[in-house]
C-alpha cells in the first residue's frame, strides 16, 4: 500500500518556523493534488493548503500569509513552510495525495506539530 510519509514535526515556540514535508514513492505524484490538513485536539481535520499539479495553491484563511505550500516533483516531496507560528497552529498535520484521474486518495499518518508559548 502507498502512503504519504510526513516529516518536519516538532516543538516550537510561538512565532517561529517549521518546514514540514512529505515523501510520497507512488508514480502518480506529478499529476496529483497535494494537500496539508490539520487535526486540532477536540476538532474535525481541516484544510490548511493544496497545491495542484501545475502549481496553483489555495489556502486556508487563518494560514494564509504565514504559510507557504510547495512541491518537488523530481522528489515526489511536497512542502509545509510555516512562518510566524500560532498557539492555535499546534495540531497533528496531515498530508494528502488526490489524483482525480485514478479518483485515489492516500493519507499519511500525520506529524504533530506544537507550539508553544
Known amino acids: 500500500q502507498v502512503q504519504p510519509m510526513e516529516s518536519g514535526g516538532g516543538l516550537v515556540q510561538a512565532g517561529g518556523s517549521l518546514r514540514l514535508s512529505c515523501a510520497f514513492s507512488g508514480t502518480i505524484f506529478s499529476i496529483s493534488t497535494m494537500g496539508w490538513y490539520r487535526q486540532a485536539p477536540g476538532k474535525q481535520r481541516e484544510l490548511v493548503a493544496v497545491i495542484t499539479s501545475g502549481g496553483s495553491t489555495d489556502y486556508a484563511g487563518s494560514v494564509k500569509g504565514r504559510f507557504t505550500i510547495s512541491r518537488d516533483n523530481a522528489k515526489n516531496t511536497a512542502y509545509l513552510q510555516m512562518n510566524s507560528l500560532k498557539l492555535e497552529d499546534t495540531a497533528v498535520y496531515y498530508c494528502?495525495?488526490?489524483?482525480?484521474?485514478?479518483?485515489?486518495?492516500?493519507w499519511g499518518k500525520g506529524t504533530l506539530v506544537t507550539v508553544s508559548s
Open positions: 494528502n495525495v488526490h489524483c482525480s484521474l485514478i479518483s485515489k486518495d492516500y
